[in-house]
């Protein structure tokens, strides 16, 4: 039997309400990216001076959300799609909707934003290399801390920092890097020699376990390798990557460039790859190993979270950015294969959905949060994490593709569900109101769980930090839903083109964020009217294009099907 002969009988008019909620969500992407370049820990490739902690929870409190709500109506909408006009109407769809764009976009979108990246973010890195001076062999980049010192190999400054008895080991604010981290990812081998022999601590770790040995291992600045040896550094450290010092030599070109760059430095990597060979010699003359040779690493395979670590360092799951912000094309072109099993299954059994009150809240999160808390579990482990990770290469994740499956998987029940009261979020302002108060706590567990851990009883965080952040997009979704079905739930032509237009904004605006932050960059305005600037302007710039080139043309077609203008409807053409 073909998943075309046997149709449910639901007959639910579009939901506008949700349709305002997925332009939502995407306008939403807009403003977060625009918001990156302001955060108190930069790591956006344009970064202003101008900060403000602030960002940092807003970001975190859209990141924690927006796409598990965009996945929840995506998988509403497909499976509408699918009850009204059958699996291959649905499929012929999914590809001119979904597949047809993110190649397009990525043929084009993507590669203009390298390039922008390239030729504004490049200039920047380059001002920032390390021991970058002038003519008169003065430092052009401003030297105020001891990581700065550490970073840009400024001896002078940095013994008039240990003279003045600066902690050696402390952490800088904005990338957690004590400064001996700093001189050896950055090749500063002076800056190295300097801080040891002042007592800095040699194995000094950061929040992701990696040692200054791991560090310059990854970039492959092997005099730093080899005096850090011979001062003893440990050449069998293991990061939260369940990577040594030696499988450090062996990272991606572009993960490591990608690294870098986030931390605002540069690196020849064609110079660094020698450099990394002459690592990896090194550390095997002083016993240095990869995780797999070390005794004791079969032990740790043998709990589930263990073993799971183990299969995901396979490098097939670590391709690099391929997709960029598109990702979520690439995750619902594969979602597309569970969904169409599910498709025969319920076609088989004549399925019309699960019972109503299982979508009533708030009785739907007592069992949609501990469906969401197992893919949560395995989130975040290779590095502290809020929300759901993201990885933009050929092939997901195992536990980031199933976080999404279960949110499209909701999405796509919910509307069998035939929800029409609203059920599901007849109590969003309590909804909405839990979420406020559940997010400073599930920050808290997660990003200070050191801390937290000692007036706690032991084991404790972990769960609730997982708990937390699985609660957490829940509470939003529902209630989002609520009260976008309490102001949205008839049609609104403004609403509506602003929903059609919002798929074209979300995959063209990066370049153009790109641009605009670094035009504001010099202006000495508050980060808030940037960032406002920024969102705004984006915003209405594509809005034009849309209008003009977009809507009425071949791409608006690809986009959201065919749309007639006005004065050729009223002509008849």
């Known amino acids: 039997m073909s998943n075309d002969e046997t149709k449910p009988q639901l007959t639910i008019d579009r939901r506008h309400d949700l349709d305002a909620l997925r332009a939502f969500a995407m306008l939403l992407g807009i403003a977060l990216h625009g918001a990156l370049a302001y955060t108190a820990t930069p790591y956006w490739v344009i970064r202003d001076d101008h900060t403000h902690w602030g960002f940092d929870m807003f970001i975190g409190a859209v990141h924690g959300f927006r796409m598990p709500l965009f996945f929840v109506v995506s998988g509403f909408f497909t499976a509408m799609l699918w009850r009204k006009r059958g699996f291959r109407s649905l499929a012929k769809q999914r590809g001119k909707r979904i597949l047809l764009p993110l190649i397009v976009f990525g043929l ?284 933009t290469g050929w092939i997901p994740m195992p536990h980031i593709l199933t976080l999404y499956g279960v949110f499209f998987i909701f999405g796509v029940l919910y509307y069998d569900c035939d929800d029409r009261e609203g059920k599901v979020g007849r109590w969003w302002p309590l909804s909405l109101l839990a979420a406020v108060v559940v997010y400073p706590f599930s920050i808290w567990f997660t990003f200070e769980a050191a801390d937290v851990a000692k007036s706690m009883p032991e084991g404790w965080v972990r769960p609730l930090s997982v708990f937390t952040q699985a609660l957490y997009p829940w509470l939003v979704t529902f209630g989002l839903m609520g009260f976008f079905r309490w102001v949205f739930r008839s049609e609104r032509r403004p609403v509506r083109y602003i929903s059609d237009a919002s798929y074209w904004l979300y995959v063209t605006h990066m370049p153009l964020v790109f641009v605009a932050q670094h035009l504001l960059r010099p202006l000495e305005w508050p980060a808030i009217l940037k960032f406002l600037i920024v969102s705004a302007t984006v915003t209405a710039v594509l809005l034009v294009v849309y209008e003009i080139c977009v809507r009425y043309t071949p791409i608006g077609t690809m986009l959201n099907g065919k749309r007639v203008r006005a004065t050729q409807r009223a002509g008849g053409g």
């Open 108 to 391: 084009t979108i993507l590669p203009l934003q390298v390039w922008i990246v390239g030729s504004i973010a490049g200039g920047d890195w380059e001002s920032s290399r390390k021991g970058a001076r002038d003519a008169e062999g003065a430092a052009m980049v401003p030297v105020e801390t001891i990581w700065d010192a550490a970073k840009y190999n400024d001896v002078d400054a940095l013994r008039g920092f240990v003279d003045e008895g600066a902690d050696l080991d402390s952490a800088d604010p904005s990338f957690k890097f004590p400064p001996l981290n700093w001189a050896a990812i950055n090749g500063s081998e002076e800056a190295v020699r300097v801080l040891v022999d002042a007592g800095a601590k040699i194995d000094v770790i950061i929040e992701d376990k990696s040692t200054p040995l791991s560090h310059a291992a990854l970039m492959g600045h092997d005099e730093i390798v080899a005096y850090l040896l011979e001062e003893g550094a440990n050449p069998n450290s293991v990061n939260t990557f369940n990577a040594t010092p030696h499988d450090n030599t062996y990272v991606e070109a572009d993960i490591a460039e990608w690294v870098i760059g986030m931390l605002g430095l540069t690196v020849d990597f064609e110079e660094s790859e020698a450099g990394r060979e002459r690592c990896r010699q090194l550390l095997r003359a002083d016993g240095g190993r990869g995780f797999q040779e070390l005794e004791g690493a079969e032990e740790s395979r043998e709990t589930l979270t263990g073993a799971y670590m183990a299969f995901t360092e396979w490098r097939g799951f670590h391709t690099g950015d391929v997709f960029g912000h598109l990702w979520f094309l690439w995750y619902l072109v594969w979602l597309f294969v569970p969904f169409s099993i599910y498709t025969m299954i319920v076609n088989k059994a004549s399925w019309n959905g699960a019972p109503k009150w299982l979508f009533h809240f708030p009785t739907v999160l007592l069992w949609i949060v501990p469906a969401t808390f197992i893919p949560y579990w395995f989130n975040g482990l290779r590095s502290q994490e809020f929300g759901p990770e993201t990885m």
